[in-house]
């Protein structure tokens, strides 16, 4: 009797929502991903990490405005900027409206993404994340947004909202930006194949799916086969057959 194990390959994801390295990052990933023979037997898992921990969420700021006094250059450096990001994740297949852009505070939406992952839509939220902040304009830092944004994946309303006016999620959130140090994460996104092989930045597809393979062979190679030996006696099937 042979018995595997049905454990995928885990590729962690540290990224942050107002990070737009971090969702080009996720496209190119994603489209890597796509052709990769193995990818039934990859499991995503996204890790927190919060750029400015400080992060004020001011809605009556543009980004541009907010980016030019935080690092001290005209708003017109900030909007060249800005613009060449936004040119960068066209490419992508994405389209960035850092116009409509609300700066916000990140650790509500990293908590969202924590309660998603309890129910298998992780992914699902972050690219809701990503989409309401660098498309859509919506305030990430907001509770009705983050409900309205939970549902829209197939979350309940009130356990949304019960998630976030507690404490639910925050350690989990805190321990998600220790292990990143531990790691030495300098910056996102920063993606860790299997425990043992890392990407950092929003590398050309062709780099993740180089990582992939390397890590999934390496992977599959150490999946342990449990193989027993079996003295027969009379049993009963599941079709009803007792021998």
Not at 79 to 91: L, P, W
Not at 202 to 217: I, K, M, R, V
Request: charge should be negative.
């Amino acid at each position: 009797m042979r018995n595997t194990t049905a454990q995928k390959m885990q590729v962690e994801i540290w990224s942050d929502v107002m990070c737009p390295f971090c969702y080009i990052g996720k496209r190119k990933f994603e489209n890597a991903l796509s052709q990769f023979a193995g990818r039934e037997d990859v499991e995503i898992i996204w890790k927190s990490f919060q750029l400015d921990p400080n992060q004020p969420t001011v809605p009556d700021k543009t980004v541009q405005q907010y980016l030019a006094e935080r690092k001290g250059m005209s708003v017109q450096q900030a909007q060249q900027m800005t613009d060449h990001v936004t040119g960068i994740a066209k490419q992508a297949g994405l389209t960035f409206h850092f116009d409509k852009a609300v700066t916000a505070n990140s650790f509500d939406a990293h908590r969202l993404s924590h309660l998603a992952k309890q129910h298998n839509l992780q992914n699902e939220a972050e690219e809701q994340l990503f989409a309401a902040y660098f498309t859509e304009g919506k305030n990430t830092a907001d509770v009705d947004t983050l409900v309205q944004l939970g549902t829209s994946i197939g979350l309940d309303a009130d356990d949304v909202k019960a998630v976030l006016a507690s404490d639910q999620y925050a350690d989990a959130v805190r321990t998600d930006i220790y292990e990143a140090r531990q790691l030495g994460v300098q910056g996102v996104p920063f993606f860790v194949f299997n425990r043992k092989y890392a990407v950092s930045g929003a590398q050309e597809s062709q780099t993740f799916l180089d990582a992939l393979g390397q890590s999934y062979a390496e992977w599959k190679k150490a999946q342990v086969e449990t193989v027993l030996e079996v003295a027969e006696g009379p049993t009963c099937t599941p079709e009803g057959d007792c021998l």
